[in-house]
């Protein structure tokens, strides 16, 4: 009896050890479900608190082409020299890279607000991150749907 | 290498003022990403960065990405504190560089 419960223990242990193993060579499989925006985001701003707010993403809903769309980025700030945004980057889930834009701005830019124009492959979800002077971080999320994809097309 | 450069910002402004400042700058923005006719990738040739100087202090720069449509159209606002030059330059793939000064008289 002793030694099968010895016997039981050690095989556990085996399937133990053995799960722990597999375990730990799975660990970057959530990391990797995360998507490649949370991914590139985290790794710009490591742990750091991102909280929904203040950042306005102004993109068309609903986008024919996804070679050029119309994207206007605006941060509430007053834009004093106390109080500032400091850099807006912006990020998105479904193009072959996870960047779209970054900018640094200065208390003399007078307004914290961008427009540009950007690629979309395919529908998906951007967010834009501001850095604040004093070093929060807010962020705003916009959903965009597009019917002709950019980047993946061939030259004829 | 030459490219064109369209730079829009009103030329007089009150001391104070936030103008608004829009520039586009012809250019392919080659994402990388394609595949030309003989099935090769075609090679990336983008603008990297952007940036604006007023009076030799810089106050807004750029980075791109391939995401950024072919020629580049940025629209940002600066504060209209002296009279003076903005310089703006793009920097980019296989040696680009354009630079392009406007003028701006403050009252």
């Not at chain 1, 085996?14 to 991914?39: F, K």
């Not at chain 1, 834009?79 to 889930?93: G, L, P, Q, R, S």
Request: charged residues 20%.
């Amino acid at each position: 009896m002793d030694a099968m419960t010895r016997l039981h223990i050690t095989r556990r242990q085996v399937l133990l050890a053995g799960g722990a193993a597999l375990g730990a060579s799975a660990l970057p499989v959530p990391a990797a479900a995360l998507g490649q925006m949370d991914t590139a985001i985290r790794s710009l701003f490591g742990e750091a608190t991102i909280r929904p707010g203040k950042v306005t993403l102004d993109l068309p809903p609903l986008v024919e082409n996804g070679n050029t769309v119309p994207m206007t980025v605006s941060v509430e700030s007053p834009m004093t020299k106390d109080n500032y945004v400091k850099a807006i980057h912006v990020f998105n889930d479904k193009n072959p890279q996870p960047n779209v834009i970054s900018l640094k701005l200065s208390p003399r830019a007078g307004r914290a607000t961008i427009a540009t124009r950007i690629r979309l492959a395919g529908t998906q979800k951007l967010t834009a991150i501001a850095e604040m002077s004093d070093g929060t971080l807010w962020s705003g999320t916009e959903e965009v749907v597009v019917t002709l994809a950019a980047c993946l097309e061939d030259l004829p | 290498m030459t490219a064109r450069a369209l730079i829009n910002l009103p030329r007089k402004a009150k001391r104070g003022d936030v103008i608004e400042i829009k520039t586009l700058i012809s250019h392919v923005m080659e994402s990388g990403f394609r595949t030309g006719t003989n099935g090769k990738m075609i090679p990336r040739d983008i603008i990297t960065s952007f940036a604006c100087s007023y009076n030799g202090e810089e106050i807004f720069s750029t980075q791109f990405y391939p995401a950024i449509a072919a020629n580049p159209f940025v629209t940002f606002y600066a504060v209209a504190t002296e009279s003076g030059t903005l310089a703006f330059t793009w920097i980019g793939d296989n040696g680009f560089e354009v630079t392009q000064e406007a003028k701006i008289v403050v009252e």
